[in-house]
């Protein structure tokens, strides 16, 4: 008995250690969307310029974060409540537009945004099956969508934003399960910002898919 009850320690011990890196990277997730709501608050009335301003300071905060997380796990912390804050003051002009033409929509995309992530991200927590040729497939599709959109800005393509949206939802899908598979592989637990980072960043790409998607057709 006491070496079968040393034997299934280590497996215990993993377990435990999965599920306190899955709550704890939820955990942030749900804080940095809370973050990220009272950036598009406070940044209701901010004018498009600096809006962009926002979006940079969003994306060096995500890139410090890269650096930190190794140094120290409270400004790791900090650095992801920053990039919340800032990218919801980026995007509050956008919300507001929404919010002031059809507030309908934004919970028409909230609620499917919800059903998507909880739906592919069970998936790629699930699956055995090994999902990184799938996260690379789909950041590379990520990079000719990106391409495709800045075409979109000065070619007129008929139904060209529905198709943006249709296959971001695609290539979001993959990232969305590799990324939970990720959670679920992962034993550090230093990575629970970054991994927080990650999944915040789909299901903020998600949704606004779901809101061009929702609102192109009125």
């Known amino acids: 008995m006491n070496g079968s009850a040393s034997y299934l320690a280590p497996a215990f011990s993993s377990r435990d250690r999965a599920a306190t890196l899955f709550g704890q990277t939820m955990g942030y997730v749900a804080v940095t969307a809370a973050v990220f709501a009272l950036g598009t608050y406070l940044g209701r009335h901010l004018a498009q310029g600096w809006a962009i301003i926002w979006y940079v300071i969003a994306i060096a905060a995500l890139i410090a974060m890269q650096f930190a997380v190794r140094r120290s796990s409270g400004l790791t912390t900090g650095l992801l409540l920053a990039f919340g ?19 309908a929509v934004v919970w028409q995309a909230g609620g499917a945004t919800a059903l998507f992530i909880a739906g592919f991200g069970a998936a790629g927590y699930a699956t055995r099956r090994d999902l990184s040729g799938i996260g690379r497939v789909a950041l590379l599709a990520l990079l000719a969508l990106i391409i495709f959109g800045i075409v979109l800005i000065f070619v007129h393509v008929p139904g060209g934003s529905l198709l943006y949206s249709v296959i971001g939802l695609v290539i979001f899908a993959g990232l969305t399960a590799f990324d939970f598979q990720r959670l679920r592989r992962s034993a550090d637990l230093d990575s629970a910002p970054l991994l927080a980072a990650s999944i915040f960043l789909d299901a903020l790409n998600v949704f606004l898919f779901f809101l061009r998607i929702f609102g192109s057709r009125d």
């Open 85 to 103: 804050l800032a990218i919801g003051l980026a995007m509050a002009p956008t919300m507001v537009y929404y919010a002031d033409t059809n507030p």
